[in-house]
Structures are given as structure tokens and as C-alpha cells.
């Protein structure tokens, strides 16, 4: 009887044990959803009518839409690298530019989650590109591990053939349920290239959807069939976070999870992508979290940088941001914003740039620009004015992907009917310009040099210059060379030199027409 006394409480003992092994763990999961190139308002919730997109209104309804959100610099990978560290470009080195060597110095907040305990993962689009390596010479998992097994047949030739969704849902199975977990769905889409006519052909949109063309491109049919190719796109990225945000709903997920729905830099259209306008950094954003968001259906009007997004992830996991041994951020978490907190007073501006992305000019120089938002202004600071801000028209303007838009602008200029089309979208400009994107969000009237204007645009350039100053941006400090010498690790290196000298090199992402047959001043 004693011994039969002992085995129970032996048993107890251990089923203890066993309970306090398998405790879940209740951090939240979090969902960060990013688009590849898309603008700032084209969002349904934002009211723009010629695109559908109910999965971004749903997290915009029972969340929170952000009115002013901004990338930090406007091309895929520096965009995504400030995502990943909350730190922007120029404290990223080489990460400042594109297709780069990701220093070793600076790790994710995935990275950092993976090893506090979540599971990580993604599908489609990650950091990039770029080359992102161990001290080993070992891939890094920037962004989770790849989950791509499952495909599907795209609706257009253009459209990327991953199942996101599917690929979501293996992640999801597979993960335990007893920790937390960080997925990055990155949809290829609207990144160009597009088949020409199906938005028209399989969105079953119109040409007179299109309630505005932008005024530095011409309003014509080419144009607008362009911008409804994009808009399908867009709609298939919302397609695909509808089914996964159902699947969240299926599995009891949704409650504690929290879902970020972006994109990481504007349209690919010209003067759009790659520059630093209000187009090119100002992004959509909605923020859902049921759990842990007061008072939902929120309109937030103050500014917000993607350098905030890594330390929000970090505080709502529960860790310091010293305990990840992440580079130190200028960025701020926006738990207070989910808290409906009234002392919101220090997100009242937000600071952008950028150096080099694409190639196209001698011996790979960038176009260094930063700039500033506040209360309605942008001011931006180009650094080196004498350059082509889209790349050398020679070379075939690289920074700026070729379309039917860009072909058209491009052609009118060569026949002689519109060069001022040109000119708002490749021709040099100004060391400084400054727009009131209150009245004037496309930024075509530059007040940089009206008297009245004076104080705004000194008080914009003191407060930019202090705040980069504190971020010890070389560019500013006086070794902006430094951004130069960082190699350009595409296979397209020492474009310029080797191009004009006859050698066949890899132009996909540009139309074979984008090249002007002389160089012009």
C-alpha cells in the first residue's frame, strides 16, 4: 500500500512537470504583410475607387489606417532593410545601398525573435536584393525560413506563380502551438513586369476608372491602361492576404495576431520608384490586432518611419531591445498608438534618403538625397545636382523600370512634341527643393527658391541636418564617398564603363528603347 502511495505521487509529480513543459506561450504572432512597389493612397480604404482591396479595408476597419507612413528610402532592399533593423539607410553602411553586401553587424528582429523563442518564416519576397551571409559564408535567415513548395497557376504571365497563401498555411501547420510565431508574407506583386491590357481584359476595369493621372505624365490611353495593370496587381497582393487572414480565422489565430499590411516603396512608374518624392516614400499602412488594440476602426494622423516597425515587434514580444543585441534604432514602437495614448507629441516628422540604387552612372555613383516631412512640407536635399537623378539617359535612365509610361514620356521628347514631360521625370534638379504636399502632393511646384518660403525651408534644413547629425549619417558629416566605395554586387557592376563600351550586359528590368542614342545635357 506504501509503495502504491509512492508510484501516485511519482506520477502526479512527473504530470506536473509534463503541464508546466507545455505551456503556451501567450506573446502575440505577427503577421507583417509588404507589397512590392505600391503607393500611398491606392488602397481602397484610403478611398481610391479604381482599385478593390477588402483584405487592406478589413485590417484598416477593425484596426487602424495610417495616414502618414513613410519608407525611409524608396527601393526594395535599403526599404526592407530598414524594416528589418529600425535603423535607417545611411546607419545601415552598405546596406544603404541596393544590391549589397547586408553587413554582419546588423541583425533582424526576425533573427532576433527566432532566438527569444518564435518561430519565423515567410514566403515570397524577403530582404532584397542583395547578399546576406554568416561569418561562415551561411545564408541568413533575414527574414524567417523560406516557404515556397506550393504553387499555382497566376491569373497573368507576369504575376508570380507562389501560393502565398498555401505557402502560409504549411508555415502554420507546421508550427508549434505552443509559441508564438513571425510570418513575412512578401508578394511580388505590383513589381513590374505587367501584361499589357489585363487589367482592362481580366480586372474588368475601365479606362475612365482612372479619376486622376498624375500631372508629370500625360493623360492618355497607354498611360491609364499602365495604372490599371497596376491596380490589378495590387488586388491580386489583397487577394492573397484575404485568404490569409481566413485561414488565421479558421485555425483561432486571428484574435492574438497581429497583421501589418504595407508596401516598401511606391508605384514603378517614372519619377515615382527610386526618387524621394511624396509618392516615392509615402505608403499605405493598417495595423489590426484585436487583442491588442483599443478602440479600432482608428484614423492615425501622425507620422510614422518603418524604422518603427522592428521595435514595436520587439516590445510586444516582451523583450528589451538591448536583450536582442540589435544595433541601437531611432525608431520608436507604436504600443502607444494601440493604447489610444493622448500624449502622442514626439511623432511630428519623419526623414528619408537615399544614395545608390541602380546603376547607369560613371563608376556606379548614386544620387545622394535626403529630405524631411513635416506639417505638410517636403524638403529635399540633393547632394549631388549635376547628377541624373533617374540614371544617365545614355545608359538607358536604370532607375526607373521600364513601361509603357516611361516609353511614352521617353518617345515624345525624341519626336519633338513634349519635352516637359521629360523633364518632371528625367531631367536634373535643383540642390534643394520644397513642397507643400498638403496642396500639392505630386510635388510639380517647387517653393525652394520664394522668398515667403524662406523661413519654412531654413527651419526644414536645420532640423533635418540636427537629426541626422545625431544618427552620424557620414553623408552629412562629410564622408558621403564612403557610400561609393561600397561595391555593387550585381552582375551588372561597372555598368556605365563597360556598356559604353560596346559590351552586352543585362538590362531586364529596362526596355530596350529606354537607351537615348546620345548623351544629353
Request: with cysteine.
Amino acid at each position: 500500500m506504501k509503495r502504491t502511495t509512492i508510484s501516485i505521487f511519482v506520477l502526479l509529480s512527473l504530470f506536473s512537470c509534463s503541464e508546466k513543459k507545455i505551456e503556451v506561450d501567450q506573446r502575440p504572432n505577427i503577421l507583417f504583410c509588404i507589397a512590392d512597389d505600391a503607393s500611398f493612397p491606392h488602397m481602397g480604404a484610403y478611398g481610391t475607387s479604381w482599385i478593390k482591396t477588402p483584405a487592406f479595408d478589413r485590417v484598416a476597419k477593425e484596426g487602424l489606417l495610417f495616414m502618414n507612413a513613410y519608407t525611409p528610402n524608396a527601393k526594395c532592399a535599403p526599404s526592407r532593410s530598414a524594416i528589418l533593423t529600425g535603423r535607417n539607410s545611411w546607419q545601415l553602411e552598405e546596406a544603404a545601398n541596393h544590391w549589397n553586401n547586408f553587413p554582419l553587424k546588423f541583425k533582424s528582429y526576425m533573427e532576433a525573435l527566432g532566438e527569444n523563442g518564435y518561430t519565423t518564416g515567410f514566403t515570397g519576397k524577403g530582404w532584397g536584393p542583395g547578399k546576406a551571409v554568416s561569418a561562415n559564408g551561411i545564408p541568413r535567415e533575414l527574414t524567417g525560413k523560406a516557404y515556397k513548395d506550393k504553387t499555382i497557376d497566376p491569373p497573368t504571365t507576369k504575376i508570380s506563380g507562389n501560393d502565398y497563401s498555401a505557402n502560409f498555411k504549411i508555415f502554420l501547420d507546421s508550427a508549434s502551438t505552443n509559441a508564438p510565431w513571425c510570418f513575412w508574407y512578401g508578394g511580388y506583386e505590383p513589381h513590374r513586369a505587367y501584361e499589357y491590357g489585363t487589367g482592362i481584359e481580366k480586372g474588368e476595369k475601365e479606362l475612365s476608372d482612372i479619376t486622376e493621372v498624375p500631372g508629370f505624365w500625360p493623360d492618355n490611353e497607354t498611360v491609364r491602361t499602365d495604372m490599371l495593370d497596376y491596380a490589378y496587381e495590387v488586388e491580386y497582393f489583397d487577394f492573397h492576404l484575404e485568404k490569409i487572414i481566413a485561414i488565421l480565422e479558421a485555425n483561432g489565430q486571428l484574435e492574438n495576431t497581429i497583421i501589418v499590411v504595407t508596401a516598401d516603396n511606391g508605384m514603378p512608374f517614372p519619377r515615382i520608384k527610386g526618387q524621394e518624392y511624396e509618392l516615392s516614400n509615402h505608403l499605405p499602412l493598417a495595423i489590426m490586432w484585436p487583442k491588442g488594440i483599443k478602440n479600432p476602426g482608428r484614423i492615425v494622423q501622425e507620422y510614422v518611419s518603418f524604422i518603427d516597425f522592428a521595435p514595436t515587434f520587439i516590445d510586444i514580444a516582451g523583450l528589451t531591445w538591448e536583450k536582442t543585441q540589435m544595433a541601437p534604432t531611432p525608431g520608436k514602437s507604436l504600443t502607444d498608438v494601440f493604447s489610444d495614448s493622448k500624449s502622442i507629441t514626439d511623432r511630428d516628422f519623419v526623414v528619408f534618403g537615399k544614395e545608390r540604387h541602380d546603376v547607369g552612372r560613371p563608376k556606379d555613383q548614386g544620387y545622394p538625397i535626403r529630405g524631411i516631412v513635416k506639417n505638410e512640407y517636403l524638403y529635399v536635399k540633393n547632394f549631388e545636382p549635376t547628377r541624373w537623378p533617374a540614371g544617365n539617359p545614355e545608359t538607358g535612365y536604370l532607375n526607373t523600370d521600364g513601361s509603357p509610361t516611361k516609353t511614352v514620356i521617353l518617345d515624345l521628347r525624341r519626336n519633338g512634341e513634349n519635352a516637359e514631360y521629360w523633364q518632371m521625370n528625367f531631367g536634373k534638379r535643383p540642390e534643394e527643393e520644397l513642397y507643400q504636399i498638403g496642396k500639392d502632393p505630386l510635388c510639380m511646384d517647387n517653393l525652394a527658391d520664394m522668398d515667403e518660403m524662406k523661413s519654412i525651408k531654413t527651419e526644414l534644413s536645420k532640423l533635418l541636418t540636427t537629426t541626422l547629425e545625431a544618427q552620424q549619417d557620414p553623408r552629412v558629416l562629410g564622408n558621403g564617398e564612403v557610400f561609393e566605395s561600397y561595391p555593387y554586387i550585381g552582375k551588372e557592376s561597372n555598368f556605365y564603363e563597360r556598356f559604353m563600351n560596346d559590351e552586352k550586359m543585362n538590362t531586364g528590368w529596362v526596355s530596350d528603347t529606354d537607351f537615348e542614342k546620345e548623351k544629353l545635357d
